[in-house]
């Protein structure tokens, strides 16, 4: 996927604190802003939500941690699919590659064009269809600029990663010192929470996107040793202004509209603001999505277009062809954003981002227990990064991401069948394609 980078010539241009921003941008997008009320509504009341979110990004720190021993390792562009190609076989590298290009980028470019629509629905109304119809419309914009010029995409996502630390900021800033506390007091749990694994599994989607800078491993400066200290410091600092926020969101608004709110962000900055800085807060978050819906698009094409140029998937041609004359993947953008518009119209938003983290979670847990098999074939050496507290933090990771399968397999075995499903359709064509080039 990602070892396209791989065929260019790589300068390593990217300093410590470009591949920090990177860790952040990639993580903080639509999740903070849209998760915090069905997290509440699943964890009961609001210290158990927070406790949720320090679960969440507990799990989530102990992966990284551990993956970032593997990247030290082995610091090659390509990510995860590299670690589990060189640590479990191709095969597993291939599937990874597979349930990206077919379920995870298309259903997180769709997730996030919904959030953008729903964020909209702040300052225009809109109804369920024209909230799809909207979402479908800002999707084909961003993917008219990707294919005109890459360059475009670029200016999106610059803008975007400054626009999206001022919504953030100014919550936790004013909400940590007013002194309302609507949210705390006066709890009722609510009735018709799905429970404690469920309101994990929801914070996820937020935690997730830390991973991406290992894709990037080949242009990084000093790797081995700077990647474990961007993921550690980003994901710890992530997870504090997380914590932080979901504070500041219980202080500002009343427990039950946290819970019936499309857009808790959105009221948390009008509590605290007045209307005028409620617009400006969302307009900011509006910017935020629209920045990681920029970027999930952009790198999701690269997958399909890497499959391509290897001829690993079927029709591999037109999948990896460069447009002749604006010079970008312009048939990979189109695809994902078929199977985007696709998923916009069969799912929600908290659907779709559940089925996301579901699948990848099978990928990260093998990443995670990969550090295992990584001490067998590659002994650790002196002066390489090791994940501390070694074989807790491992185990941790390893159990947490367990713990998330199986919760989700019993809450809702038909999203998680169909999930396992279309990861498994990967292999049969693995196969075939495999047979037909004879690689
Ligand atoms: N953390 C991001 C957000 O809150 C979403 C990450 C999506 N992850 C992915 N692998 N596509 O919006």
Known sequence: MNDIMNTKLLTKSITFMQA??????????????????IVLNNAGTPWMSILAWGVGGIITLASALSV????????KSGGLYTYLSELYGGVFGYLLGWVQAVISYPASVAALAIAFATYSGYFLPLNHWQQKLLAVGILAFILLMNVIATRFGGIIQTVATVGKLIPVAGIVGVGLFSDLAPGFGGISPAAGGAGFGAAVLGTLWAYDGWISVTNMAGEIKNPAKTLPKVISIGVIFVIGVYVLFNIAVFKALPYDQIISSQT??????????????????????????????????????????????????????????IHPKFQTPANALIFQSVLAVIYIFSGTFNTLTDLLVFVLWIFFTMGVFGVFILRKKMPPQKGRYRVPLYPFTPILGVAGGVYILASTIMSDPLRSLVGIGITLAGLPIYYVMIRKNRV
Request: no cysteine; aromatic share 6%.
């Open 264 to 321: 808790p962000g959105a009221d948390a900055a009008e509590a605290l603001f007045g209307s005028g800085g409620g617009a400006f807060i969302t307009a900011g978050i509006i910017v935020s999505v629209l920045g990681a819906l920029n970027g999930y698009l952009m790198t999701a094409a690269r997958v399909p277009q890497a499959m391509g140029e290897k001829r690993q998937i079927p029709f591999s041609r037109v999948l990896s062809s």
């Open 68 to 75: 970032a021993e593997i990247a030290a390792a082995i610091p």
């Open 20 to 37: 920090l921003a990177l860790v952040v941008g990639m993580i903080i997008g639509s999740g903070i802003f849209l998760k915090p009320g």
